[in-house]
């Protein structure tokens, strides 16, 4: 049962409303650079929305979401209240402070400079502020969920811990280290010239530290879907999960080797050497294995549920699914996603093949389609899940849900097949408007308004989805049944120690970071002349 | 129900089938893996470069990018070098001139802001920051034009940042180069 709903339910409200508002930027955007709107007078105002956009989907809504899904695993699975209540509230206030001094700052147009920072453009400090304050706020969850495992532990020894609340807080641990990379520039490099105090910025160094946080902070994201397809999908739709302990390794994987891969966004930078390029497209061929485990263990949950209830043959189980249940719905759509996405991902970070997208709108189409696609709608089936927890209200309405799961799946490959496409066609990407009329650039607008199309069906889709919230508080079925995570097919009596807490896995972490990070900050760091006059933006408006 | 599934698929083959599919997905991830390493040590396709710096403040008086020096000039061993200067909102120079089947070294680096640049049709591809050098080769293989955009947000003027690469005939641009004199060097508009 859920003790602290309503702490779980502002942290949901806060990401749904802040991800509507951003979708219907995101939605104007796609309309306002293509073919059916005319130059956009002021491109200053384009590149204020997608600032807003990118850091209210990249720090606010993917976190909060993350955040309130902690909170709730340690009540549901560990079956006690929060330890540290207050400090929670503490941790959302800062999130939420935060946000709000990021989107004024961004509002007024002092802070264009994209979620990305990229300095040495140079927004107001008041935007910079507001960043750190929202991962203050989000490492105080971080605290929280190691506490209050430790203290569960403690509480049982020897039981393993269970699987929900284990993948919650190896997403915490993840996201705890992740933001160390861009915090490090924002505090040390950033916010001191922001402030007047210093003059000159390593614009190099700057990225090599975000390249740290750009990476993970795809997997922080990640993080919540695939809690949700171990251990509430299978659940959902009557069946097993398949292996506890394969979708423990595949957790602590995405501890260790998400990290140290990086530099993979640079390898088109001149600051960085040929060599660290080089390893860090190596490594990042290991972060594709713990996908490859979940997909396996997933498709056999799910054919697990297929067979008990009655399906038979080789693909006869297909047919037996509950293809009306919205987790069902969901999971597919989200794995169809993922194996396109998933496939796009394999040419990034092969550094022959990056050169033909890099900074395109392939990238663009390619990290919607994962985060966007698979990811997101996720999060809205984990919302439906927890709904009538959090409200004691059930949802009625199945209809409704199935439709916008199907309009926002059916958005998002239309938004982003042609975004690839344009891509490969060499359209670069955070740009306010097209020559469209230009030889060169007019086979791409088609595409590009086939793209707008998709955007609009993904804010409709989006728009309802927080319709079904909203009307789901005022429904009038009371009846609520305790809350269960997914069983596997063979009950966890124990499992290696190693993998029922996170002492190697951080220290592995921890470790590998500073291999593949240590040289390249250093030498940098080392380097004279390096540094240059930051540029402020939008300080004139 | 549930005692039946407890009991009925064995531990073991549970173990049995996921440790194949581990076995064979990370198999894959290493053929993957090696096909990289392979590529780019067997073929040299590695990413730029060796770090290379340059003092932002001597930029554009006093060193390789300084204004007369930018633009395509013939190398000893027979190949070109194209050095390219990219600033808030442009590129210099506006429109690069090069010949085809020729080897080519594209040295460019960033008076302001970061900066980035593709050449359409082409697999030319990279970052250009200050303070900073970026080094690296191509070939055209025919005549053709090209646009080359920014390609990373640099500024509220960002999305009126496109140059052209135009490739001609490799006699037409050796004789042209030599009607410059012995430090002469080449863009569209001379």
Known sequence: MLINKRLVLLHFWLAFASFAVALALGAWQMYVRSPLHPWIKDPEIYYRSVSAHGSTMAYVFPTLVAMALGYAVIELSLKRAIVGVKLAWVGFGAVALGFMLAVIAIGRGTASVLYTFYPPMIGSSIYYIGVVLIVVGSWIWVALMGVNLAIWKRDNPGVPVPLPMFACVASAYLWGWTAVGAAIEITFQIIPVALGWKHNIDAGLARVFYSWTLHAIVYFWLMPAYIAYYTIVPRAIGGRLYSDLMARVSFVMFLVVSMPIGIHHLFADPQVGSGFKFMHSVFTALVAIPTLLTVFTICASVEIAGRLRGGKGVMGWLKALPWGNPMMLAITFSFVMLGFGGAGGLINMSYQLDSTIHNTQWVTGHFHLIFAGAVVIMYFVIAYDLWPQITGRAIADMRLIRVQLWLWFIGIMVLTIPWHLVGIMGMPRRMAYFDYTNGEISSQALPVIVSVIGGVICLFAGLLFIFILVRAHRSTVDLVEDYTFSLPIHRTESVPSALNGFRLWLALMIGLTLFNYGYPIASLIARPDTSVPGIPIGQGH | ?190
């Open chain 2, 1 to 190: 129900m549930s005692d039946n599934i407890r009991e009925s698929p064995s531990v073991s083959i549970v173990h049995k089938i996921e440790r194949r599919w581990a076995i064979m997905m990370s198999a894959i991830m290493l053929i993957l893996m090696l096909t990289v390493v392979f590529t780019g040590l067997h073929w040299a396709m590695m990413p730029p470069s060796r770090v290379e710096t340059i003092r932002i403040a001597s930029l554009e008086t006093n060193s390789e990018f300084s204004e007369s020096n930018l633009g395509s000039a013939a190398s000893k061993d027979g190949s070109v070098i194209v050095r390219v200067l990219a600033q808030q909102y442009s590129f210099t120079p506006q429109c690069i001139l090069l010949p085809a089947n020729t080897p080519i070294t594209f040295r460019a680096t960033s008076a302001d802001a970061i900066h980035g640049m593709l050449v359409t049709g082409t697999n030319i591809n990279s970052m250009i920051e200050p303070g900073y050098i970026s080094t690296f080769k191509t070939v055209f293989p025919q005549p053709a034009e090209h646009l080359m955009p920014c390609h990373e947000y640099c500024g509220t003027g960002h999305q009126a940042m496109w140059a052209r690469v135009k490739v001609i005939e490799r006699a037409t641009f050796f004789e042209m180069l030599k009607r410059k004199g012995a430090n002469g060097r080449l863009n569209c508009v001379n």
